[in-house]
């Protein structure tokens, strides 16, 4: 369980959430996509968008490789302190020991906070488009998302480990008799007096429900293979046009954790890729669904199929009104599937977090010991993260273009679904023909206010374009509430 928890994190560090722009790193910095995307890139965002015109019209064929959208926000930790901790993660290094009280405030600091990793790697994108047949698009996507956000309760046991309030015992050890007594919990604060306590125990337990009651832990990889059509459907040219899409999708899964406590009632699943040879315990032994890893890459534990629908309304290809239905569907996962059983926490041996890798330490809770308990299950069939999107841009001259955009969730059933709507404006402006500059501002789904900025080159009238933007650029100037993020492209090609 210790290792299927510090995925949570590892997971985004090696490369990593539904993001509303996906992989496509020219809508990162621009607050808005539905209106914006076109060929390979509204594969996922709006399929409706594979009609339009060529922004180039003598190049048809569009192809791009190793698109990347990373970000990482924390509303507990400064930008120094997220850097530090996630390099941390990312090098498998710990930090120097906390005293009790930097235990104690970082429990405090850490409840009810937000934390979420969200990524994209869009490894390959191909699109053909003309006049006569319209649009169509390949593209094979990686997802990873992260999103925790831990009650009052548990973020003190997490951080404080067996010293936490809920325990109101410890057993402490006498060094020089090696006999043991049961000291009540207080703020003990002598280096060596602490040394001496093997664990601390609950006289009065609650359930893992109780404990964890408003807390949640996600955790989703996927890897999505997308073919999408769009082309015109009715409309006279320069007056108005209407445009509608359709994107068929096959999804392999990677990982999938789903812990969270509504109303004291836990739900908590997980099917993770044996490439990571997470220790189960004994349950592995009975568990139907068990497999084992082959070859050198991760091996898939799950699949589905999703399916994207889009309309747009252009008006004297000026004004675009697009709307889009994406990831209707489901997926099923088939290995390494388990369920956890609500059990009584008694008592802990840990000591605690020493850094803010709080999804790490987790692991302490649960094993063979009996706190968490884990139950083998055939199959797991859960919904895609359904959204609805809404859209709307103008063109202002040759130069500039400027829209809002909506990203609302429709269902909550799976791990990669946003925690509320996300509404967006922004736009991109180009001073001169080969630059073009995006910014705009973003506020909802898993993150506060942020303002995304953007840079891209196009060179030899579209034949090559590269850029590079960042989600968020408030975190440049504040250390409070910080989100990094980084969004780059350098290989698209237009022919």
């Known amino acids: 369980m210790k290792k299927i928890l510090t995925l949570l994190l590892l997971a985004g560090a090696i490369s990593s959430s539904a993001q509303y722009e996906i992989s496509s790193f020219t809508s990162t910095g621009r607050g808005g996509a539905t209106s914006f995307v076109t060929d390979y890139q509204a594969c996922g965002i709006n399929p409706a968008n594979l009609g339009w015109d060529a922004e180039f019209e003598e190049k048809r064929f569009t192809m791009g490789l190793t698109e990347m959208t990373f970000s990482i926000h924390s509303e507990a930790l400064t930008k120094d302190e997220l850097r530090q901790e996630f390099k941390t993660i990312i090098q498998n290094k710990s930090t120097a020991d906390w005293t009790i009280d930097e235990k104690r405030q970082a429990g405090k600091d850490f409840a009810n906070s937000g934390f979420a990793i969200n990524g994209d790697l869009g490894s390959f994108g191909f699109a053909f488009n003309s006049e006569a047949f319209g649009g169509i698009a390949f593209r094979i996507n990686d997802n990873f998302n992260t999103y925790t956000r831990l009650n009052e309760t548990t973020s003190d046991m997490i951080f404080m480990g067996k010293f936490s309030s809920y325990f109101d015992s410890l057993v402490y050890v006498d060094p020089s008799s090696m006999d043991t007594t049961i000291i009540e919990n207080y703020n003990m604060q002598d280096p060596d007096s602490i040394q001496n306590v093997a664990n601390g125990f609950a006289n009065v337990p609650n359930m893992i429900g109780e404990i964890l009651n408003g807390s949640e832990m996600r955790l989703s990889w996927t890897r999505e293979y997308n073919l999408s059509y769009g082309r015109k459907i009715f409309g006279k040219d320069d007056v108005i046009e209407i445009f509608g899409g359709i994107g068929l999708k096959y999804i392999q899964g990677f990982a999938m954790i789903d812990i969270q406590s509504v109303d004291n009632d836990l739900t908590a699943f997980s099917s993770v890729t044996p490439f990571f040879n997470i220790d189960y315990g004994s349950a592995s032994a009975q568990n139907p669904s068990t497999t084992t890893q082959s070859g050198a890459l991760p091996n898939s534990v799950g699949g ?178 910080p989100t990094l993020s980084l969004s780059t492209g350098f290989m698209r090609f237009r022919f």
Request: proline content about 3%; cysteine-free; aromatic content about 10%.
């Open 304 to 481: 589905g199929f999703g399916m994207d629908f889009g309309l747009d309304l252009l008006i004297k290809n000026k004004l675009k009104i697009a709307m889009a239905v994406t990831n209707i569907g489901s997926m099923t996962w088939k290995g390494n599937v388990y369920s956890m059983k609500d059990t009584l926490v008694i008592d802990t041996y840990s000591e605690g977090l020493n850094n803010y890798n709080v999804l790490q330490t987790i692991g302490d809770l649960s094993g063979d010991d009996g706190v968490f308990s884990w139950d083998g299950e055939k199959e797991l069939t859960q919904k895609l993260n359904t959204n609805f999107r809404f859209g709307a841009s103008f063109l202002i001259g040759e130069i500039a273009q400027v829209g809002v955009d909506v990203i609302a969730p429709m269902n909550d059933e799976s791990p990669a679904s946003l925690e509320k709507a996300i509404i967006g404006f922004g736009g991109d402006v180009k001073p001169i023909p080969w630059l073009r500059l995006s910014a705009g501002f973003m506020t909802g789904g898993n993150y506060d206010f942020s303002i995304p900025l953007g840079l891209t080159v196009i060179t030899q009238k579209g034949t090559w374009e590269a850029g590079i933007a960042s989600r968020d650029a408030i975190t440049f100037f504040t250390q409070n509430g």
